[in-house]
């Protein structure tokens, strides 16, 4: 167990839906990183959060949307949901110091039917 | 542009077999190198890290490399069993503005049949 959890673990849903895929980092990590894992692809990274700002932008659609709260919880907004979208959705957190590690969650996977 | 580069993509071996992952990177300025394992559907957990000043470190029968001049890694995996199938990516870090930024590479997907 990594101490990162991810909510929920499975989501079905339709089309041009809108979805929130929930994150809890390891107990006083500030940095929180969200990854987007389409079928037999490597992991793409979405967006970086420390200590509740956006610190980093990877290739994040602008349908998706994504922040950190107060708590250092963090929340993936997925917004006019397409057949492509479906995929395993990572978390993962870190003390947000350098050198050290990164721990992810066990991913949502997100099915858009 | 930093990158982070991994061969082979795939790589099937024969249960007992050792084999041999490769990371070249281009990634500046450089923190750590780390390799993780990841089964599939799951998320990755971490097999090795290691810093700038590091050359090799093992975690039982995974040992890991580091030549930072060259800007390359290599996992070697030594007696491999069913269990090792698994992508391994190797992930690099460089400070960014005080934090750390991960560059992931994308991944070899290893196969160890019976």
């Known amino acids: 167990d990594s101490g990162v959890t991810q909510t929920p673990k499975h989501l079905i849903t339709a089309t041009g839906q809108r979805v929130t895929l929930r994150c809890s980092p390891r107990s006083g990590d500030l940095s929180v990183y969200w990854y987007q894992q389409s079928l037999d692809q490597g992991l793409q990274f979405l967006i970086q959060y420390y200590n509740g700002e956006e610190r980093a932008k990877g290739n994040i659609l602008e349908r998706f949307s994504a922040q950190q709260f107060p708590d250092l919880h963090s929340e993936l907004n997925l917004s006019s949901l397409e057949l492509g979208d479906s995929a395993l959705y990572f978390c993962a957190s870190s003390p947000g110091r350098l050198n050290t590690e990164a721990f992810f969650g066990q991913g949502t996977r997100l099915t858009v039917v | 542009k930093n990158q982070v580069e991994q061969s082979p993509q795939s790589l099937i071996i024969l249960e007992g077999k050792n084999c041999t992952l490769q990371?070249?990177?281009?990634?500046?300025?450089?923190?750590?190198l780390r390799w993780y394992k990841q089964d599939t559907g799951r998320g990755p957990v971490s097999l090795t890290i290691m810093t700038f000043s590091e050359n090799t470190k093992s975690n039982g029968r995974y040992t890991a490399t580091l030549d930072a001049d060259t800007k390359q890694s290599s996992l070697h995996i030594t007696a491999s069993q069913l269990s090792d199938s698994a992508s391994y990516i190797c992930?690099?870090?460089?400070?960014?503005?005080?934090?750390?930024?991960?560059?992931f590479g994308a991944g070899t997907r290893l196969a160890v049949h019976p």
């Open positions: 992930v690099v870090s460089g400070p960014s503005g005080g934090y750390n930024k991960l560059i």
């Open positions: 990371c070249n990177y281009t990634v500046s300025p450089f923190s750590n």
